[in-house]
């Protein structure tokens, strides 16, 4: 899914160095203005006015972070991808990809594909740095990226384990770019997640090449052209089919019309925090648009009764 970014470090002037006449009286030092990068915690938010930079992502980023319904559902979608791929261990023509069709003839290794954001790794303290100091900006994700500090959502360590366990082979399709690839694989390499034999390439990054773009498609057929791919994972419908940009009725009709895999040989992990379904809401607007209009925009897609012809499918 779509990489979370952070705003640009702010900068702060050098303090003087030259010497200071005494006052009468000893002044109180301005505090610090603190880092635009540095995370935030309960004591600085509070101890500054109440000034939330996207407040529509606060209560989203807190269902992620406390709610042990997340936790469940995360628990779900896993234990049910698991029970996939044991009978599809015993399905010689299973395959998970569209347009793709196995016989018993086929001999290819054995692999599942895992998205990394929001699927494999947490990324929820980064968008709590949105909330409380800014933007998204490629570098701010960026600079998150190589703090190599996200942790594992609920489930994902298991059903890697285990896949590799059963000799399945576990490949990483994400777009972060593939400049932090590195600390990507130094991320999940401290948490434990299987990346093959030292010196392959599990983990495909966007731009990693040229025509490696924030589709998925080819690297997803890259993979095939080796391996049978029994499992895709991940928290949006781009993780699994190209078109999960559109607008909102070209993702309802692309959902509807693969709606075999789901639950099957496709499962997707809840994110309410950001990706394509967030930018259909506004799709064909430019970025250039201000907040409070694409706020307004999201505001019409309310349903303000069942059926609410205004809120679309």
């Known amino acids: ?175 972060r770019n593939h400049d932090v690839e590195a600390a990507t694989r130094n991320n999940l390499a401290k948490l434990g997640f299987p990346l093959g034999e030292p010196g392959e390439d599990r983990i495909l990054t966007r731009y990693e090449r040229q025509e490696w773009a924030s589709d998925k498609r080819n690297r997803r057929q890259e993979i095939s052209r080796t391996h049978r791919v029994l499992l895709l994972v991940g928290d949006d419908l781009n993780d699994f089919v190209s078109g999960g940009r559109g607008s909102r009725e070209q993702r309802a009709n692309l959902s509807q019309v693969t709606s075999a895999h789901w639950g099957r040989d496709w499962i997707m992990l809840p994110n309410p925090q950001y990706g394509s379904w967030s930018r259909a809401l506004t799709w064909g607007v430019g970025n250039e648009m201000p907040a409070e209009q694409k706020l307004q925009l999201r505001l019409q897609a309310l349903k303000t009764a069942p059926g609410d012809p205004e809120a679309g499918p």
Request: with cysteine; glycine share 4%; charged share 20%.
């Open 1 to 175: 899914p779509q990489e979370p970014p952070s705003p640009a470090t702010a900068s702060v002037e050098p303090a003087e160095t030259s010497p200071v006449p005494p006052s009468p009286s000893p002044a109180t030092p301005s505090p610090a203005a603190p880092s635009i990068t540095e995370p935030p915690t309960p004591e600085t938010i509070l101890a500054e006015p109440l000034s939330l930079k996207q407040p529509e992502l606060l209560a989203s980023v807190l269902w992620v972070q406390t709610s042990e319904e997340y936790r469940i559902t995360a628990l779900q979608a896993y234990r049910n991808a698991r029970r996939s791929l044991d009978t599809a261990l015993g399905d010689p023509t299973w395959n998970a990809l569209v347009g793709e069709e196995s016989t018993a003839e086929d001999r290819r290794p054995l692999a599942i594909i895992l998205d990394i954001d929001e699927t494999v790794l947490d990324n929820s303290p980064f968008e709590t740095r949105l909330v409380t100091q800014g933007h998204f900006t490629p570098e701010g994700f960026r600079q998150w990226c190589l703090e190599e500090a996200a942790t594992a959502i609920p489930g994902a360590l298991e059903l890697t384990r285990y896949a590799a366990s059963k000799g399945v082979e576990v490949f990483y399709v994400t777009n």
